[in-house]
């Protein structure tokens, strides 16, 4: 997969993809993330990416100039999509859909945003991560860029690790244990002593329901509350305690 960033701050998102997991699936050629300067369109002697807005107000805002010849000279992968408060909200399904694309590119704004022409007649599409402002969307493409890089085959050495992990099916992913047994008191729970993998398995889903029930009740609302089958799991271990009602109890 080939994923271009497009920013003013090349060196930061340069690091970050160059470490662990992702520097690793970049080296084996599974990954290709390409960085662009957005500054080396510039046409003035200080590289000016940025002006201040018609109109008057505080801040500046990127000019459309360096950033259609930025993205023009490459011809990267589409969808381009600018990171901004105002864009779709990134999640698991939507690092799914990326993941499933030859490619695609994401444009970093800063100080307070970007010329609207850009977002009218370059982009494909806008991503948000969150509902909080950030100083500019690097931050923002690195995430995206971990979440969807993580669902591309062989970047990840168990596969298994991200078809269980967090919102892999809607559900928060369930609790870990490791060594020792017994720490200050505090011991692993018998079950995932037991040998007995099916078992663990039921567990585990118990486990990741009622944390999800507890933590995230909206993500329980999304996938239609908890079925008639998971409440019997719940139950077999404990769990079910203050479940929300059916559809056809009062």
Not at 34 to 52: G, K, N, Q
Request: aromatic residues 6%; hydrophobic residues 40%; proline residues 7%.
């Amino acid at each position: 997969m080939r994923i271009d960033v497009f920013t003013i701050f090349p060196q930061m998102v340069e690091h970050f993809v160059d470490q662990s997991l992702l520097g690793r699936a970049r080296r084996e050629g599974r990954l290709d993330v390409r960085v662009h300067d957005l500054r080396s369109c510039a046409t003035d002697p200080h590289r000016s990416v940025d002006d201040a807005p018609f109109g008057g107000g505080a801040g500046m805002v990127l000019m459309p100039e360096p950033v259609f010849a930025a993205v023009e000279a490459v011809d990267p992968p589409r969808p381009l999509l600018y990171l901004s408060p105002a864009g779709r909200r990134f999640d698991q399904a939507v690092a799914r859909e990326l993941a499933a694309l030859e490619g695609f590119s994401l444009l970093c704004g800063r100080y307070e945003g970007v010329d609207e022409r850009i977002r009218e007649h370059l982009c494909d599409g806008e991503l948000s991560i969150g509902d909080f402002v950030l100083s500019g969307g690097e931050v923002a493409a690195m995430v995206v860029v971990e979440a969807v890089a993580r669902l591309v085959p062989g970047v990840m050495g168990n596969v298994a690790s991200a078809e269980d992990e967090s919102f892999s099916d809607g559900l928060l992913e369930y609790p870990h244990y490791t060594r020792p047994a017994n720490f200050r008191g505090w011991t692993v729970p018998e079950v995932l002593r037991s040998g007995d993998h099916g078992r663990i398995a039921r567990w585990r889903r118990a486990q990741a329901l009622r944390r999800t029930l507890d933590r995230r009740p909206d993500l329980i609302e999304a996938r239609g509350g908890i079925s008639a089958e998971e409440r019997k799991l719940l139950a077999e271990f404990g769990l079910d305690g203050d479940l929300p009602p059916t559809g056809d109890e009062p």
